[in-house]
């Protein structure tokens, strides 16, 4: 099944060098959720081809511009393409205040219900659910109330090994069949047991953190994901910018994903100061190896 995230923007503050602010995709079997929705979110929309009629869930980190601004415009496009299903809004207290009113004083006439859920919560929180993948939220530490998201599947995975699928000739049905655990009898009367077919993949997870400071107390939340998204604003000579905004060092978004025991990392959120983003990734990588940048346009897969 298809879990990955594809990133929209990844600059902070403002767009440079051809870099949007922040914006990503989640596509889990096809159903598209969107996290954060910075200015420009539209454009890359098109650009990477995603389809935004699947776009059923969004999830805002934090009110500063750069995470919410693009979030307007896109919700008054989907009124102008006739959207009639409804689309569901995660963010800090004040999104609804927000966006409504951004709405209301433009005359959008908006063509389809816009269901909110405000957080203002200090620990970490299911705010979603379908059958087969759970969303949390959980606060992170910036200049003003934020959340980082983690979504991961609800069950392990299980599939049937492709060397028995071929030793044994087994039919769909039977794939079907042995997959709800029922035994497989071979046509030379051998009764196989499903532990020998079955290959089980622990449950696969993704984290997404921005902005937040350097915050070894959001590791409880995030250990062991698959895929970890952390912001890396500035390089490390820089830190004291970082202390004072509240943002990461490079070095420290290798540092969280090293004692957070994650898979892969991928960093994004860089400053507009930085044309080229390379030397942040190879200071992440100096606490972390696994580290790649949030390039606009590319797909992580998860797990
Ligand atoms: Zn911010």
Same mark, same amino acid.
């Given at each position: ?95 609804? !205040? ?142 004291? /910018?970082?202390?004072?905004? /509240? ?7 290798? !540092? ?48």
């Amino acid at each position: 099944m298809k879990f990955e995230v594809t990133i929209l923007g990844n600059n902070s503050a403002f767009p440079a060098y051809g870099r949007f602010p922040t914006s990503q995709v989640v596509n889990y079997d096809d159903h598209l959720y969107m996290i954060d929705c910075g200015e420009g979110t539209q454009i890359r929309l098109s650009k990477f081809r995603i389809k935004r009629s699947r776009i059923d869930h969004i999830f805002i980190s934090h009110l500063h511009g750069d995470h919410v601004f693009g979030l307007p415009g896109l919700l008054n496009s989907y009124a102008h393409m006739g959207r009639t299903k409804p689309m569901h809004i995660y963010g800090p207290k004040g999104i609804r !205040m927000l966006i409504d009113t951004v709405l209301r004083l433009s005359s959008s006439i908006v063509s389809y219900e816009i269901l909110y859920k405000e957080l203002d919560h200090t620990d970490r929180i299911k705010l979603f659910e379908s059958n087969s993948l759970r969303v949390y939220s959980f606060p992170m530490k910036h200049r003003v109330p934020t959340y980082g998201y983690l979504f991961e599947e609800r069950r392990e995975r299980v599939k049937v090994r492709k060397e028995a699928i071929e030793k044994y000739d087994l039919s769909i049905a039977d794939i079907r069949a042995i997959k709800a655990g029922q035994e497989h009898i071979t046509v030379e009367g051998v009764q196989m047991k499903t532990g020998e077919l079955l290959i089980r993949t622990p449950r696969r997870s993704y984290a997404f953190c921005s902005d937040t400071s350097f915050d070894p107390d959001l590791v409880k939340w995030i250990h062991g994901v698959d895929l970890l998204y952390h912001e890396a604003t500035f390089l490390h000579e820089l830190e004291d /910018k970082a202390i004072f905004s /509240k943002h990461s060092t490079a070095l420290q978004a290798g !540092m969280i994903a090293r004692l957070a025991e994650v898979e892969k990392l991928i960093i994004g959120h860089f400053s507009s100061r930085y044309k080229n983003i390379r030397p942040l990734v190879e200071e992440a990588r100096e606490s972390f190896p696994e580290v790649e940048a949030a390039e606009e346009g590319k797909t992580f897969s998860i797990g």
